[in-house]
């Protein structure tokens, strides 16, 4: 206990403790360390789900030649499908990963953010449809959600979003 006490004033009075107010928040070092272990826990499943949700509406993948009369189901689509979910985990992870450091480095809270799931199910099942069999196709619906973004972002930046 005496080794954690010593561990926690350490890290309390260094640059990093003094920077996230540590003490000031009444927080330790452990104590913030066992909150971090216990957030990454709760949100390490989003890099399996979501990448899995995603491909689920087919994304960019193409019925091809190769795929013969098996459309969505043959090998050249499941290849495509294969790849797009690794690209997925990677973008899912980057994506995470900015987000919780402008989190903590900007704002200085210690909220950890990630993506949408029940957005990214609305996406890929009723907009989308599964594997692109629905009446928006990936293209557009990917389209309108980056024209989103945008409004979203002008408006926040602008501080118009206080005055609507």
Do not use: H
């Not at 260094?14 to 928040?25: A, D, L, P, T, W």
């Not at 399996?48 to 019925?63: K, M, T, Y």
């Amino acid at each position: 206990m005496k080794c954690i006490n010593s561990l926690n004033e350490a890290v309390g009075n260094s640059f990093v403790g003094k920077f996230f107010q540590v003490k000031e928040r009444g927080s330790t070092f452990s104590t913030e360390l066992a909150g971090a272990s216990a957030t990454f826990l709760t949100m390490a499943y989003i890099l399996a789900v979501n990448p899995r949700i995603l491909a689920d509406s087919g994304g960019p993948c193409q019925v091809t030649e190769a795929d013969g009369d098996l459309g969505i189901f043959g090998p050249a689509y499941e290849q495509c499908l294969f790849e797009i979910k690794q690209q997925y985990v990677t973008a899912t992870a980057i994506g995470s990963m900015v987000a919780c450091l402008l989190m903590g480095l900007v704002a200085n809270l210690p909220i950890a953010l990630a993506p949408g799931m029940g957005m990214n199910a609305y996406f890929t099942y009723s907009v989308v449809g599964w594997r692109g069999t629905g009446k928006v196709s990936y293209q557009a619906a990917v389209t309108a959600v980056m024209i989103e973004g945008a409004i979203f972002l002008v408006l926040a930046l602008t501080g118009l979003r206080y005055k609507i």
